[in-house]
């Protein structure tokens, strides 16, 4: 069963696989931790590596084959398992070779699950039967080389594990030593084995202005296929998973679950076999794929995390943020040790759209000042012959008739305001009318003698062309040499189509898959390099480009497009099961909210309140607000910036789902020390006479005292000022017997005495 499509696939340049294939081990955290350990029995011809409450194991068994053994809790150190078995012959049907859970399945010898890997060989055979040959043993993992029983096609699965969290960090290498080319049809990054049991399945899928709809299934015989064929991420579905033991359970029991780090297309797929042993696979995706491997060359596959809890969905996804801020996210100068959390920015999108000049812009950054903002943004508009959207992308050079002077007079004013400055751009697309198409039509992906789709009236520009990627690297580096620019809204406002690249011969034309995400990771590094200070969001139309590869070179995402306060409960519930909410911008905007003619309308301390729970942002036309609005943002903005790494980089507990058509919702996060939480509530609408239920918190030290302060709203009367941590989990917190209606919202914060 088919979810909704997405497009891409990959190989490294040395500078990227060196961030992808060998995460390092995490660096010291507030968790608890074990060391991690990785070792090789030679006796058993076992496997181990250990991290955080995680062991994860496999062997050689008698037939050569990397057979997988355990994943789960983690097993003491004296603890050890035999060589490994080949599963037994299940009739004639089902062979011992396809009913044996491997590590790296080649797809010969009569596989009939999902392999993890499929070739064509010059003169016509198919056939991959990988072997173990070799391995290394490193202090936080492995390196285990497989190679086909007759061909020089080799196979390097690269493991590490982290310390802290336990989760796995898992790719591939495939090299070819033949004589002649071979074709890759195939490759993931990873197979994940579990044992027969009864399993929930939770993914994330979605639409533009839908993401994030965390979906749940019980899993059956057969193949779900998790997917995108866009050449990007996408919104209909995310390269995450999680699979629970039983049914869902927020706080209790266990669950494995895995993420890919890879911005293109990809594929996941989750497979109850026919004797209920579950398989997990992830990697490129194979639909129009083939990468030819000449002589002496190799591919290097996404790396797919996984990992395990045993402490339900909410402890995976606790153990995911931390992994995620501690190990993925880019470190700027002066974060060596933990990303800052993000500054509250002010984008001029919803005030000006396009009719952008310095005169609007410098009165929008006054106001913007006077609400505590820590970062100006301007949006589209402000380049080429960009009055609309049918023209100038591509064209990268400041209208001089919005800003004659250049943006220097701009950025001037904004930092003596007090803020940074930040610009949105859209680098891999192009305008049919622009300077750019005209002098290089063939830039863009397509097939010659064949139509061009435009959509919002753009072409996507081949990035994989050396060309092209050296163009947008240079425009960007001019750019931000030029202006002090702090930060860049990098925007991607559609998905592939026609893509060709006819510079190649035909066989190697789909290289396109992998080229074009290599040369986005590798503009981005390079950016990097040339300015370390400088920040970037990856923005896809809203959420069409949120995933872990992207996350290793931009500092945040813009979940949605649809900035409903409301909506966004349900959409910031989903995006967290698999991100952080550090990453998560959340702007509050105008209301009422136009998307799909919505006419509800919501307070200004609503939607601060639902935003404030992610990292913040204003999106609003703020030159109409009145000056109870301003005076409400500006307190709340001030509370947030107290409380901010908490929300951001603290244990996130959902107290109240959103989801289901809920009447309220709660969410409470605690940081690493728990010496501080701050608890959001929010009612979508009461029903006869009916108040807010008790919430019973969590995650705070039971012997501790915190004293309890609003940030909006109030307590119920009578309520203690301070309590213990076990009064406030086992007794709760009641909120005000006035906390009723439609769209409200309350928030507190506990600080331990």
């Known amino acids: 069963m088919r979810l909704p499509r997405k497009t891409i696939s990959m190989r490294l340049s040395p500078v990227v696989s060196s961030l992808f294939v060998a995460p390092f081990l995490m660096v010291a955290s507030a968790l608890s931790a074990q060391p991690a350990h990785a070792s090789f029995d030679s006796t058993s011809k076992v496997f181990r590596l250990d991290g955080g409450g995680t062991s994860y194991i496999f062997g050689v068994n008698p037939r050569g084959e990397l057979q997988q053994i355990y994943w789960g809790g983690r097993l003491a150190e004296g603890d050890t398992l035999p060589q490994p ?27 009939f699950v999902e392999p993890a890997l499929k070739i064509s060989f010059a003169d016509g055979n198919r056939d991959l039967v990988l072997h173990y040959e070799s391995h290394t043993v490193k202090s936080d993992g492995l390196e285990v080389t497989l190679k086909d029983i007759a061909r020089k096609v080799y196979v390097t699965l690269h493991y590490t594990i982290d310390a802290t969290s336990g989760i796995l960090a898992r790719s ?4 070819n030593r033949e004589a002649q080319p071979v074709t890759i049809e195939q490759a993931a990054a990873a197979a994940w084995a579990l044992p027969p049991a009864h399993y929930t399945l939770n993914y994330l899928t979605g639409r533009w202005a839908g993401e994030w709809n965390l979906t749940q299934e019980t899993l059956h015989p057969g193949e779900r ?8 991420t996408g919104n209909q579905a995310n390269p995450w998973f999680a699979l629970q033991a039983g049914a869902p359970n927020e706080d209790q029991g266990e669950v494995w679950f895995g ?14 076999d026919q004797l209920d042993a579950i398989r997990v696979t992830g990697g490129f995706n194979p639909f129009d794929f083939g990468y030819v491997l000449h002589p002496n060359q190799s591919l290097e596959t996404p790396v797919f995390y996984g990992g395990y809890s045993n402490h339900g969905l909410g402890g995976a996804s606790r153990l995911l943020h931390h992994f995620e801020i501690d190990n993925v996210l880019p470190r700027r100068p002066g974060q060596e040790n933990s990303p800052k959390p993000r500054p509250v920015i002010y984008n001029s999108w919803e005030a000006t759209e396009f009719r952008v000049d310095e005169a609007g812009q410098t009165a929008l950054a ?9 970062r100006f943004v301007m949006d589209d508009g402000w380049f080429g012959q960009r009055k609309d ?10 209208n001089q008739q919005k800003f004659p002077h250049g943006l220097k007079p701009l950025i001037d004013k904004v930092h003596s305001l007090g803020m940074d400055f930040g610009l949105w751009v859209e680098p891999e697309m192009v305008n049919p009318n622009s300077d750019l198409y005209r002098q290089h039509p063939d830039w863009v992906l397509n097939f010659p003698g064949r139509p061009r789709t435009e959509q919002r009236n753009q072409m996507v520009l081949n990035l994989a062309r050396p060309d092209v990627r050296d163009y947008v690297l240079g425009f960007l580096d001019k750019l931000v040499t030029e202006n002090d620019i702090a930060f860049l809204k990098w925007d991607y406002n559609r998905n592939w189509s ?12 789909k290289r396109v898959y992998v080229e074009f995400t290599r040369n986005l990771y590798s503009i981005l590094a390079d950016l990097a390099k040339r300015h370390p200070k400088l920040e970037i969001e990856s923005c896809s139309g809203g959420g069409g480009r949120v995933d872990l590869g992207i996350l290793r ?21 989903g995006f967290t099961y698999a991100y952080t909410p550090q990453v998560m911008m959340a702007w509050v905007t105008d209301s009422p909210h136009d998307l799909d003619g919505q006419r509800r309308t919501t307070s200004v301390a609503y939607r601060m309140l639902s935003s404030m729970q992610g990292s913040l942002g204003i999106g609003a036309n703020i030159s109409k607000w009145n000056d109870d609005q301003m005076a409400t943002a500006k307190r709340l903005i001030a509370a947030y910036h107290q409380v901010q790494r908490t929300i951001v980089q603290g244990d996130l507990y959902r107290l109240i789902s959103p989801r289901n058509g809920s009447e309220f919702s709660a969410t409470q996060t605690v940081n690493h020390d728990k010496s501080q939480s701050v608890v959001f509530a929010f009612i979508h609408s009461t029903e006869q006479g009916r108040g807010f239920p008790r919430l019973k918190l969590k995650g705070l030290d039971p012997a501790a005292t915190y004293t309890l302060a609003p940030i909006e709203g109030k307590a119920r009367p009578g309520s203690p000022q301070s309590a213990s941590g076990a009064f406030w989990m086992n007794h709760g917190l009641d909120m005000d017997d006035g906390f009723k209606g439609d769209f409200q919202a309350a928030a507190f914060r506990l600080d331990r005495k």
Do not use: C, M
């Not at 591939?172 to 090299?175: G, M, R």
């Open 172 to 175: 591939a290498t495939i090299e």
């Open 498 to 509: 026609e893509p060709g690249w006819d510079q190649l011969p035909p066989a190697e034309q």
């Open 259 to 272: 993420a890919l780090a890879w911005s293109g297309s990809w594929r996941i797929t989750v497979e109850q």
């Open 389 to 398: 959207d049918h023209a100038g992308l591509g064209d990268w050079y400041v």
């Open 225 to 232: 296929v998790l997917e995108s064929r866009r050449g990007t």
């Open 553 to 573: 070179y931009t500092d945040e995402v813009w979940p949605s497009d649809n900035t409903d306060p409301f909506d966004r409960l349900t959409q910031q519930d």
């Open 366 to 374: 006054e106001k913007a000042a006077a609400l505590g903002i820590d």
């Open 85 to 111: 078995q080949p599963k037994r012959e299940w009739a004639s049907f089902d062979s011992s070779y396809t009913n044996t859970p491997q590590e790296y399945a080649g797809w010969g010898s009569g596989l």
